[in-house]
Each structure stands twice: as C-alpha cells, then as structure tokens.
C-alpha cells in the first residue's frame, strides 16, 4: 500500500493511471485546491495543518511509504484547519515557508520520516515522463540560443539557497524574467515581445538543494504553448530532473513551430 500525497497539475493524473493498471494498492491524500480526486473511492480530502488525520490514515491503511506529485499551494496560515498534531508541527512548517516552498516540503518530508513514513521518488511508477540529456526537436539551439542557455543556468545557479524559483526567461543574453510565486505561466505572459519573435529560452531547473525525490520542474504542452505566444524559441530542462507530459505532442508542437527542447 502506497499513499499518494497529490497537489494540482496533470502529474498526478498520470501516476494514478499507471498504479491503477499495474493494480498497486493505494489512498490518495488530496492536498488539491478543486480537491480534483473526491470522486475515488480512496481519496481522502484534507488541508496541510491536519496532520494527525493524515498520519493516521496513512497508518491505518498500512502505508509505510508516500508519494508526493502536483503543486501543493502555500497555505494561509491564520485560516488553515489544524488538529492536535497540526498545532504541534505548524510551527515547523511556518518556519519552513519563510524560506520558500522547497523548505515546506522538506520540513514534511522529515515529520513523515519521524513517523516512519517514507518518501519516494515521484517518477518510481513512471520512468518514461522525464527526459535524458539530449535534443528531442528537429532544430537544435544555434550560438546565440547556447549564450542565452548559459545566462539562464548561471542566473539560477545565483539565486539564494531556498529561492523558490526555478525557471528564467533570456532572450539576447539579457534576463527577461524570473519566475515568480504566480509560476511559471505568469513569468511567460511578462516575456512576451511584439519586437522579438522565436527568440530567447526558457530554462528549467531544479531548486538550489531540492530534495529530487519531490516537486521536480514539470514541462507540458501549455508550457510550449506559452513560450510560443511569448516569441521563445526553446525550452530546455535537466536530464533526468524534470517532469516531461505530453512528450510526443510537445515534440510535435516544437517541430510544426521551429522551437527546439533541449536537454542538459
């Protein structure tokens, strides 16, 4: 038995897929904000200070293990619903947010292990959505794309430790933007450029010291999308620390559009 500690985005969707399929035995712990999973018959709707429910539920059903997958919003604090062992940890967890969402995580990760819950790797059932080191597109980042590239790794190997960012948009070597706390689709909609069109990258990675197991940067279609509507011409992610829905169609989308995805 396997407790699925679901947030927002389609990630989730596709690992319930897969453990449904392969008939793994699991509960879902929906930390959604439409609480997307109340029509399974295993899901269990609660807000992040419940934790004694959420512990005990997991140890209920026999779950020594966790999966964490979508994004868990950062909770109002002075209107979130706390039980007895919410009051107890909230402090941590309040503590843990002033140093960005990564450190939430964290700090759950450790109040989970404290109650001999671990956590697993949020690709374990599905393998196939994060993409290698390599160029998945017909075209390839030319000079002034692989000098756009470089600004971007640098501008977010210098962000502070427990910065919550992990996407930046350059275009001709300048920082267009960083991504914010509205995401990454609100970073694109400040890149758009009537002047500049298929110019420009946006480059995904990991958090400074992110716990790879959990929150890994997730491309999509819309991501593509996006950047299309933004005037980019690539996207480029870390070889196997990403998330990568829709591959085949986001390939597609590329090639029909001249963009490239690349892969470092």
Same mark, same amino acid.
């Given at each position: 038995? &396997? /407790?699925?500690?679901?947030?927002?985005?389609?990630?989730?969707?596709?690992?319930?897929?897969?453990?449904?399929? !392969?008939?793994?035995?699991?509960?879902?712990?929906?930390?959604?904000?439409?609480?997307?999973?109340?029509?399974?018959?295993?899901? +269990?709707?609660?807000?992040?200070?419940?934790?004694?429910?959420?512990?005990?539920?997991?140890?209920? =059903? !026999?779950?020594?293990?966790?999966?964490?997958?979508?994004?868990? =919003?950062?909770?109002?604090?002075?209107?979130?619903?706390? *039980?007895?062992? /919410?009051?107890? +940890?909230?402090?941590?967890?309040?503590?843990?947010?002033?140093?960005?969402?990564?450190?939430?995580?964290? %700090? &759950?990760?450790?109040?989970?292990? $404290?109650? $001999?819950?671990?956590? %697993?790797?949020?690709?374990?059932?599905?393998?196939?959505?994060?993409?290698?080191?390599?160029?998945?597109?017909?075209?390839?980042? =030319?000079?002034? *794309?692989?000098?756009?590239?470089?600004?971007?790794?640098?501008?977010?190997?210098?962000?502070?430790?427990?910065?919550? @960012?992990?996407?930046?948009?350059?275009?001709? #070597?300048?920082?267009?933007?960083? %991504?914010?706390?509205?995401?990454?689709?609100?970073?694109?909609? #400040?890149?758009?450029?009537?002047?500049?069109?298929?110019? /420009?990258?946006?480059?995904?990675?990991?958090?400074?010291?992110?716990?790879?197991?959990?929150?890994?940067?997730?491309?999509?279609? =819309?991501?593509?999308?996006? @950047?299309?509507?933004?005037?980019?011409?690539?996207?480029?992610?870390?070889?196997?620390?990403?998330?990568?829905? *829709?591959?085949?169609?986001?390939?597609?989308?590329?090639?029909?559009?001249?963009?490239?995805?690349?892969?470092?």
């Amino acid at each position: 038995m &396997i /407790g699925l500690i679901f947030g927002d985005t389609d990630f989730p969707n596709k690992i319930i897929k897969t453990i449904k399929k !392969r008939k793994i035995k699991y509960i879902i712990i929906d930390l959604s904000t439409s609480k997307k999973f109340k029509k399974d018959s295993k899901s +269990y709707s609660f807000s992040i200070g419940q934790f004694g429910k959420i512990i005990n539920i997991l140890k209920e =059903n !026999r779950c020594k293990k966790v999966l964490f997958a979508g994004k868990v =919003n950062k909770p109002n604090f002075s209107k979130l619903k706390l *039980d007895i062992k /919410g009051i107890y +940890y909230i402090p941590r967890i309040i503590k843990a947010s002033k140093l960005g969402d990564a450190a939430i995580l964290r %700090e &759950i990760i450790k109040i989970l292990a $404290q109650n $001999q819950i671990k956590t %697993e790797n949020s690709l374990k059932f599905n393998p196939e959505l994060t993409l290698k080191k390599g160029n998945y597109s017909k075209i390839k980042p =030319n000079n002034t *794309d692989q000098l756009d590239i470089k600004k971007a790794i640098k501008t977010l190997n210098n962000l502070k430790e427990y910065n919550y @960012s992990q996407a930046v948009v350059v275009r001709n #070597k300048k920082v267009i933007s960083i %991504e914010g706390k509205g995401g990454t689709k609100k970073m694109l909609e #400040k890149s758009k450029s009537k002047k500049f069109r298929n110019h /420009g990258v946006l480059v995904k990675f990991p958090k400074k010291k992110q716990d790879l197991r959990v929150d890994l940067p997730t491309i999509g279609l =819309n991501t593509l999308k996006q @950047s299309k509507t933004a005037g980019l011409k690539g996207i480029v992610v870390k070889g196997k620390q990403n998330v990568f829905l *829709d591959k085949d169609k986001c390939i597609s989308f590329a090639n029909k559009n001249k963009m490239f995805i690349s892969v470092k």
